[in-house]
Each structure stands twice: as structure tokens, then as C-alpha cells.
């Protein structure tokens, strides 16, 4: 969806650097979310937001760290990138259906990243 | 949270009408179903999304029975390019980041 943005799309770092992967988005959602996706494998949440002042963690927490800076943008940091997270990140945004309580996920493009 | 079960991977040919179920035997009252298509290298895209009985829309058909434990999702006359992994997922609206995507099922829509 181009209404969700993520950056950078790919990414090689070392063994015990930070990094931060960004995202943008201008659907106007107040919940974003951060998933990692490993070959084979469904979607893993890692952290979720309902809103700028609200953070929760996912399944998959351990190792990584957010920001929710406004509405619109939700930053997802590896405070010292390890091999084991190599994966597809992908971000999402989500708004309730008015009057219908559904929720739909609307992803970003995804941003590969290896560890080396 | 409800869990589903849904095939690995199902083979078709151009032009058929594919079927591919979900099983949620825990599904909750509140609970939705919603299917989500997803191409390599690509964020997984909402297909559709149903309570119960069946719903269209321009892509696909959504059949829920009236025990809920299961769904199947109707792509007619499929090509090529809907060949891609599909995600059967069951959560409490109002939950948000509750969803559980699993495996997935893997089509492959051969000519």
C-alpha cells in the first residue's frame, strides 16, 4: 500500500550495531505496527501502538525497541543487531470500520535486512 | 486467541475456481475472519472479511457456516498472478495487534 512507507528497503549491518528502521504513513491510522517475517514463516508481531502515547509489545519483543514520534510515524531500533535478526520487516496501519468494530491491517512495502 | 488451520499448499490451473478452508474450531462470539494475500517481497493486502454466512466482493467469496469453525475462501477463476501465500486469520475486533498471521496456504497457479 503506498500509503505506508518504509525505509530504508534494504539494509546490511554488522553484529552489534544499531539500527533503526522507519515508518511513515499517511492513511491517518492511529495504530501502527511492527512484524518480522522469517523464510517459511507467517508474520511475527514484534510491537504495537494504538495511538502516540500508547506502546505494547508483541510476541516478539526481546532485542528490539520503538518510538511512536507522532501519529503518522512508528520507528523500530535494534539496540545491537544480532545474525538471528535477519528477516523482512514489514509495518502496518489500522483503523477501526466505523460503526462495525472490524479491524483491516494495511501494510508497508517491507525492508529486508541482514545481519551480518 | 483463536487458532486456524489452513493447507500448506494447493496446486490449480488457470481459469478454475479455488476453495481453500480454514478450520477455527476456538472462535470466539466476537470473533472475525479475515483473509489476506500476500506476494513475495511484498506486505501481505486484505482480501475480505466476514462474520458469518458468505460475502463478495470484486476479488473473492467469503463462506462461513453457521458453527463459525471454519471458512473458506472462493477465488474464482484464478490466473497466474494470483498465485501467492494466503493467510486465514481469526481475532476479536477492537483487539488490534492481536492478529496471528500463522503459515499461511501457498498457492501455485500453474498455465
Known amino acids: 500500500d503506498a500509503d505506508v512507507t518504509q525505509t530504508p528497503r534494504n539494509r546490511i549491518t554488522k553484529t552489534g550495531k544499531r539500527i533503526m528502521l522507519e515508518c511513515s504513513q499517511t492513511k491517518g491510522h492511529d495504530r501502527m505496527y511492527w512484524y518480522r517475517q522469517d523464510p517459511g514463516l507467517g508474520l511475527r508481531l514484534i510491537y504495537y501502538s494504538f495511538d502516540v502515547k500508547d506502546i505494547n509489545k508483541g510476541e516478539i519483543s526481546d532485542g528490539y525497541s520503538v518510538s511512536r514520534q507522532a501519529q503518522a510515524k512508528f520507528s523500530l531500533s535494534l539496540e545491537s543487531a544480532i545474525p538471528n535478526q535477519t528477516a523482512l520487516y514489514f509495518c502496518a496501519t489500522s483503523d477501526l470500520t466505523p460503526g462495525q468494530g472490524q479491524e483491516t491491517q494495511y501494510f508497508g512495502p517491507g525492508t529486508r535486512l541482514l545481519v551480518l | ?111
Open chain 2, 1 to 111: 486467541l483463536a487458532k486456524t488451520t489452513q493447507p500448506i499448499s494447493m496446486d490449480s490451473y488457470e481459469g478454475q475456481e479455488v476453495n481453500i478452508t480454514c478450520s477455527h474450531n476456538n472462535i470466539a462470539t466476537n470473533d472475525y475472519i479475515t483473509w489476506y494475500q500476500q506476494f513475495p517481497s511484498q506486505g501481505p493486502r486484505f482480501i475480505i472479511q466476514g462474520y458469518k454466512t458468505k460475502v463478495t466482493n470484486e476479488v473473492a467469496s467469503l463462506f462461513i457456516p453457521a458453527d463459525r469453525k471454519s471458512s473458506t475462501l472462493s477465488l474464482p477463476r484464478v490466473s497466474l498472478s494470483d498465485t501467492a501465500v494466503y493467510y486465514c486469520l481469526v481475532g476479536l475486533y477492537n483487539q488490534g495487534g492481536k492478529l496471528i498471521f500463522g503459515q499461511g496456504t501457498e498457492l501455485s497457479v500453474k498455465p
